[in-house]
């Protein structure tokens, strides 16, 4: 049984730092891109960050990169997603995904996680 | 970055409906599209992917369909496990990957 399990989730004050992991089990991690798609209270979802499977590959949403870096541990099973320079705006539910390629760029997400809460606010 | 627009916004439907959601690129995304399902406090799960390819262990009652710039999803019979919110992805290209605002469906 795929599962992804997020962890790191916390209070953090404006201006902060935050690293995310997530936990993968019941499949080959290291066979698959994975990503962040995150939700803010009470809104839609946005795709985040994606990394390939060996780490070497990694993309970005504009509004956020800079500020983001995504990464993986293929020997522990574990993605991670540090975020510096925290905003109340990016208050949000941050969940791990696993990526399925579609098209020849693109990716859509087969299994998720839980979520990590992120909660920025002085 | 490609929109992606979600009509109706909310929709309200009792048990047996035949429910469709329509979603609208702002460029084509051929089909490559999915759809997923999100129930409160859940993660999202995907039901739909290829606009039309039910994933495995979705129910046969929902379907998806279009190509272009418009796509729907439609539930044929709603049933009591069906009340959620559905959000539409398109992955044509990288422009980021982007999600419609939702449709959330209630009794």
């Known amino acids: 049984e795929v599962q992804l399990v997020e962890s790191g989730g916390d209070l953090v004050q404006p201006g902060g730092s935050l690293r995310l992991s997530c936990s993968a089990s019941?499949?080959?991690?290291?066979?698959?891109?994975m990503s962040w798609v995150r939700q803010a209270p009470g809104k839609g979802l946005e795709w985040v960050a994606i990394v390939n499977q060996d780490g070497t590959e990694k993309k970005y949403v504009d509004s956020l990169k800079g500020r983001l870096s995504i990464s993986r541990d293929n020997a522990k099973n574990v993605l991670f997603l540090e975020m510096n320079s925290l905003r109340v705006e990016d208050t949000a539910l941050y969940y791990c995904a696993r990526g399925r390629k579609g098209s020849m760029r693109g990716y859509y997400f087969d299994f998720w996680g839980q979520g990590a809460l992120v909660t920025v606010s002085s | 970055d490609i929109q992606m627009t979600q009509s109706p916004s909310t929709l309200s439907a009792s048990v047996g409906d035949r429910v469709t959601i329509t979603c609208r690129a702002s460029q084509s995304v051929s089909t490559w599209l999915a759809w997923y399902q999100q129930k409160p406090g859940k993660a999202p799960k995907l039901l739909i992917y290829?606009?039309?390819s039910l994933e495995s262990g979705v129910p046969s009652r929902f379907s998806g369909s279009g190509s272009g710039a418009e796509f729907t999803l439609t539930i044929s019979g709603l049933q009591p496990d069906d009340f959620a919110t559905y959000y539409c992805q398109q992955y044509n290209t990288f422009s980021p990957w982007t999600f419609g605002q939702g449709t959330k469906v209630e009794i």
């Open positions: 290829k606009a039309s």
């Open positions: 019941g499949f080959t991690f290291s066979g698959f891109w």
